[in-house]
């Protein structure tokens, strides 16, 4: 919580290039709707990757480990107005960022109310939030499990929260191999 929230300030902040992947063509619609998204929030985005899924429209969404808000805002433009997105982190300051600016959102979106909220919270334990069982057509994570310490109970809670025929889209890091002690000791590695 501490690198992540006070440490990290923007993304070129970050002291490892563990969460950082080369470029690749996104579709003109994730391209526009990235353009949209507020600078501060851009800024303050320490993920790895970015799983859009195709057919969003009217869909509830949860984003595990959202951060500043970045893939919640531009998944709020792909869901449209009578979608759904729900953003939840640990870290307080990561989510100030993410609520400071969903009026402005809206209003770049020509949304008559907010289709996105922010929650602080633990992905190992969605029900301490008020998320209720089968709520959400598609659950996201970027970047983020892999920090979780009892990852078993993030999957698990993916599942209980995802409606039936549900899907989870992640990207993250992944050793393939043990980790040392020193490394899981790290505090900016782990």
């Known amino acids: 919580q501490d690198y992540y929230g006070k440490?990290?300030?923007?993304?070129?902040?970050?002291?490892?290039?563990?969460?950082?992947?080369?470029?690749?063509?996104?579709?003109?619609?994730?391209?526009?709707?990235?353009?949209?998204?507020?600078?501060?929030?851009?800024?303050?985005?320490?993920?790895?990757?970015?799983?859009?899924?195709?057919?969003?429209?009217?869909?509830?969404?949860?984003?595990?480990?959202?951060?500043?808000?970045r893939d919640c805002y531009l998944l709020s433009q792909l869901v449209g107005e009578w979608g759904h997105v729900t953003g939840i982190d640990m870290t307080k300051s990561q989510v100030e960022v993410a609520k400071k600016h969903v009026a402005y959102h809206?209003?770049?979106?020509?949304?008559?109310?907010?289709?996105?909220?922010?929650?602080?919270?633990?992905?190992?334990?969605?029900?301490?939030?008020?998320?209720?069982?089968?709520?959400?057509?598609?659950?996201?994570?970027?970047?983020?499990?892999?920090?979780?310490?009892?990852?078993?109970?993030v999957l698990q809670e993916a599942y209980r929260v995802l409606k039936p025929g549900g899907e989870m889209y992640f990207s993250d890091v992944y050793a393939s191999q043990r980790l040392s002690e020193t490394i899981r000791k790290h505090s900016v590695l782990w």
């Open 7 to 69: 440490e990290l300030q923007k993304s070129e902040d970050l002291k490892t290039n563990a969460c950082v992947t080369s470029a690749r063509h996104l579709p003109k619609v994730v391209r526009e709707a990235l353009e949209r998204v507020h600078e501060e929030v851009v800024a303050r985005y320490y993920g790895c990757g970015l799983v859009i899924p195709e057919c969003l429209a009217s869909c509830r969404i949860l984003d595990l480990g959202s951060g500043s808000g």
């Open 106 to 153: 809206m209003d770049k979106f020509g949304y008559q109310k907010p289709n996105v909220e922010f929650l602080q919270g633990y992905m190992e334990k969605l029900g301490d939030a008020g998320l209720a069982d089968e709520s959400y057509d598609i659950v996201i994570s970027n970047c983020v499990i892999n920090l979780a310490p009892d990852k078993r109970a």
